[in-house]
């Protein structure tokens, strides 16, 4: 808490004090937005589940690609769709 990191999940909460305030401009950019890492959206890399949602505006843009290649396509690991392996 505090320490000038967004500490998702059970940090981020009204009870923590939204990670001690690390967590406010986070929850400005994301209202909605409750993941256990928010270092992970808009950081290059598609990541799926609760981080491809509307509410994190598509893993912070990381989605954008793969949403239009895969539409309604809403799995955990995208990067398993054409791998070369029968998941």
């Known amino acids: 808490l505090n320490d000038g990191h967004c500490d998702g999940g059970k940090y981020n909460t009204e009870a923590c004090e939204w990670d001690g305030g690390d967590c406010t401009e986070f929850n400005a950019e994301y209202p909605g937005c409750m993941v256990e890492k928010p270092t992970y959206l808009n950081d290059g890399h598609c990541d799926g589940g609760k981080y491809n949602t509307e509410a994190c505006e598509w ?21 398993y769709l054409n791998d070369g392996h029968c998941d």
Request: one cysteine or more; aromatic letters at 10%; glycine letters at 14%.
């Open 59 to 79: 893993d912070g843009g990381d989605c954008t690609e793969f949403n239009a290649e895969y539409p309604g396509c809403m799995v955990e690991k995208p990067t």
